[in-house]
């Protein structure tokens, strides 16, 4: 039985984010075909009829990237009548959070990291979804540790501020947000530390997920 009705196109973008040199980036690709050729855009494609849409983003991200195994969760649905000017397109937006140490190269030559503030011009409506992936991230960050997956397996205490002020955008009292996060107990105290310049060596620490995903079970919340 056939449709009656015509039916759009669904396609799947990833704002993928990452954290380098005190940093908050995101990761584009270069467009190699119309429509917006050599413009930079999302990674992205059309989801596959034998494919979920969780599962097209996975490919789409393995495809355009190179990155796996990443942090990956559905972000919002993009539905603009004229977002694509090919045909009528709906696209399911997701973000991913990336170690940078882990994933320092991409899949792609045309791939590159860009720092958030200041991103090139995006094809199609991928400003928009940037913009409702950064605000997501800044809204969930406060409340889940989701932070951890862009910092190395191994950080210091000035390294995981550094991040939450390059989130949040704002700057953060050293001393109030040490006292919050270790008052959480969810920080395991690592043998060595990381020599950096001039300054004296810092104390390494590693997120314990196991224990938050114990507390998380018995009602602890987690807030910044």
Known sequence: MGFNYPRAAITVDCVVFGFDEGELKVLLIQRGIAPFKGKWALPGGFVRT????????????????????????????????????????????????????????????????????????LAFDHAEILKTGLSRLRGKVRYEPIGFELLPEKFTLSQLQHLYESVLQTTLDKRNFRKRILSMELLVSLEGELCSGAHRPAQLFRFDAEKYAALKEAGFNFEL
């Open 50 to 121: 034998d494919e979920t849409i969780d599962q097209a983003a996975g490919r789409e991200l393995l495809e355009e990237t190179g990155l796996t195994n990443v942090f990956l969760e559905q972000l919002y649905t993009f539905g603009a009548v004229d977002r694509d000017p090919r045909e009528r397109v709906v696209s399911v937006a997701y973000y991913a959070l990336v170690k940078l140490c882990e994933h320092p190269a991409t899949g792609a030559s045309d791939a590159a990291w860009f720092p958030v503030a200041k991103p090139p011009t």
